[in-house]
């Protein structure tokens, strides 16, 4: 345990989780200058939906692919290397000249920023049962904080620079990142799986058989960030149209409430290290359907607008914490591919939600886009309380 505490000091911890805000930023650069993009290449809103749909979908086979790694090799060596891909990954988007160029590049950055589901399980084994909750917390809020501020940087400067300045900027970020962790993060003495690569890969349904708590956490976590994913796609359009007038700037500004979640994740953490998880995920549930009923009912309001932000984005925290916690709790040796499982769902519903979203905007406006996450909302307290409502023993 002494071990364990000297390689998670409080500076590593937030060295880690500053990785994970950093890199998992390249993901939602795109969302808040969508009309810009869009008027840039000449398309329409229908097909600038694409773009979160396939930085989505990258990430999720990432997960499928790359995160298992993190049970076969050098996790250090994984991190550091990955960092650096995904830098190169958004040059990718800078350089591209037409907007299928600028798709696949969208593709690549997803699938190139699976940095934090790598960095996570490697927290939670270092961290060990006792402050893994706590842990889990401080390297989500991270995690949240970087999703939520990128909107916010690319918003902001998208506002009086070329939106492709944005795809410049960022790498450079990374790079300064990458060498900090060459630099500071210790080298990786952790044992690693006797499994093959192909053979790890295998391994995954069974986990998903053999394991109903992982299966509960994915689907929940399928449909709470597919809500949060719907409601961040679409924000941009609600504001630009005649309810407020705003622009990328303002979008940006709005991300800043939702920073509400990532403050509240250390807090969600050391909860989940002293109650069920279950129920904080339930307490979550019940704060995203309240943000909606808002926004179906009020959305044109400014304070019911920020309120809502603010109860959405920490709704979604209490379930990611908590859910996350649930998985790593499941077994140190199937860390990295417990966490691909459900990471794989989560990023999988947010990529569903944000189509959703853009396409019940572009058919029926707010009412469709508020209506459909309600839907989301539904089908997860089925699952919850009906299929998989815990056995009376």
Sequence with gaps: MEERSSKLSRSFILLLAITCGVVVANMYYAQPIETQIAKSFHVSIRAVGVIPMMTQIGYALGLVFIVPLGDLMNKRKLIITMSALSACSLLLAFFASGFHLFIGASFLIGLLSVVPQIIIPYGAVLAGP????????????????????????????????????????????????????????????????????????????????????????????????????????????????????????????LAIFGLAGALAAPMIGRFSDRYSQRTIVLMGLLMQTTSFIFLRFGGGHLLILVLSIILLDVGNQFGQVANQTRVQNLGVTVSNRNNTVFMFSYFIGGAFGSFVGTQMWDQFGWSGVTLAALLFQLLAFLCHFLLFRPKKV
């Design 130 to 253: 006792k402050i893994r909750g706590q842990v889990m917390g401080t390297l989500l809020s991270g995690l949240l904080t970087g999703i939520l501020l990128s909107r916010t940087f690319s918003g902001i400067l998208a506002s009086f620079l070329p939106w492709k300045a944005i795809y410049l900027i960022a790498p450079v970020l990374i790079f300064i990142l990458t060498a900090v962790l060459i630099f500071k993060m210790p080298e990786d003495e952790s044992r690693s799986s006797t499994l093959s690569y192909w053979e790890t890969l295998k391994s995954i349904p069974s986990l998903i058989k053999q394991q109903a708590v992982l299966r509960e956490a994915a689907v929940s976590g399928f449909f709470m960030f597919g809500t949060f994913s719907l409601f961040w796609a679409t924000l941009i359009f609600y504001i630009s149209s005649p309810v407020y007038h705003w622009g990328t700037f303002e979008a940006g500004v």
